[in-house]
């Protein structure tokens, strides 16, 4: 099994940053892709970013040139840089760990953290 902790979830003003966290414990040797996933009240989840281990990077179009993700190896750690935060961010932010290539799908992913809020005050 792999457990997923998420955290750097909070209140920010629009225009301001976040860096979310979320560590990976027990049988990581079976992780080879990572993601981030949000759900908004009344809303689906959707896909926000996601990396393989082999390379691959995909942002969702609402994010791109606003969010990072990056992994630290050495801490079974990966980050989700978000800049220019905009109201329409806010939502449960989860953190998804799979081995698929198809890092851009939330069935791609079997293990799943408790989510992080994000709150985007105007």
């Known amino acids: 099994q792999v457990q997923l902790v998420e955290s750097g979830g909070g209140l920010v003003q629009e225009g301001g940053s976040l860096r979310l966290s979320c560590v990976a414990s027990?049988?990581?040797?079976?992780?080879?892709?990572m993601g981030w996933f949000r759900q908004a009240p009344g809303k689906e989840r959707e896909f926000v970013a996601g990396m393989h281990w082999s390379g691959s990077l995909k942002y969702a179009d609402s994010v791109k040139g606003r969010f990072t993700i990056s992994r630290d190896n050495a801490k079974n750690t990966v980050y989700l840089q978000m800049n220019s935060l905009k109201p329409e961010d806010t939502a449960v932010y989860y953190c998804?760990?799979?081995?698929?290539?198809?890092?851009?799908?939330?069935?791609?992913?079997?293990?799943w953290g408790q989510g992080t809020q994000v709150t985007v005050s105007s």
């Open positions: 027990g049988r990581t040797i079976r992780i080879y892709a």
């Open positions: 998804a760990a799979g081995a698929s290539i198809n890092i851009a799908t939330s069935a791609a992913y079997d293990y």
